[in-house]
C-alpha cells in the first residue's frame, strides 16, 4: 500500500503526462491514465487531484467527440468543495465548450468563469475566457490544462 504522499506524487506525475499526451493527440492514452488516477486518487482520499482526472477525463472524450459533462460537473462540484478557483474556471470553460460542441449556448458558464477568474486574478485565464467568449479564439488557442 502507498502512503499518502506517494500517491499525491504520483499522481502529479500521471497528470502531466496524460495531459502532454491529450495535447499531443493521443487522447485514448490520456484518457485511460486520466481515468486511473481518477480511480486511485478517489481511494485515498485525494480530492483536488480526482477533480483534476475528471476534468482531464471530460477533456480527453470531448476531443474524442464523446462529451463527458458528468465528469464535468463532478470535478466542478469538487473544485467548490475544495476551494480550488482555477479548478472552477477550467471546470466551467470544458462545460462551455462541451456545450458549443452541441451546439448549445455557452455564455452562462463563460460568464461565470470570467468572473471567477477576474475575482482570483487569474489573468492568463481571463485572457483565455474572453477570447473564447469573443467566439474568435487565437490560432492555436486550446483549453490547456495546468494542475495547479
Not at 475544495?82 to 458558464?109: D, Q
Request: charged share 25%; net charge positive.
Amino acid at each position: 500500500m502507498y502512503d499518502k504522499y506517494e500517491v499525491y506524487y504520483e499522481a502529479y506525475e500521471q497528470l502531466a503526462l496524460a495531459e502532454a499526451l491529450r495535447l499531443t493527440n493521443n487522447l485514448n492514452r490520456a484518457y485511460k491514465i486520466f481515468s486511473t488516477v481518477a480511480r486511485i486518487t478517489e481511494l485515498n482520499g485525494h480530492q483536488l487531484e480526482q477533480a483534476h482526472a475528471l476534468l482531464g477525463i471530460a477533456e480527453s472524450k470531448r476531443l474524442m467527440d464523446d462529451t463527458d459533462e458528468k465528469s464535468c460537473a463532478k470535478a466542478l462540484h469538487i473544485y467548490r468543495k475544495v476551494g480550488s478557483k482555477w479548478g472552477e474556471v477550467h471546470a466551467l470553460i470544458a462545460l462551455a465548450l462541451i456545450a458549443r460542441g452541441r451546439g448549445k449556448n455557452a455564455t452562462t458558464f463563460l460568464k461565470e468563469a470570467l468572473a471567477i477568474a477576474q475575482e482570483a486574478s487569474l489573468i492568463s485565464d481571463v485572457r483565455f475566457v474572453e477570447s473564447l467568449a469573443s467566439k474568435k479564439p487565437a490560432p492555436g488557442n486550446q483549453h490547456i490544462l495546468i494542475f495547479i
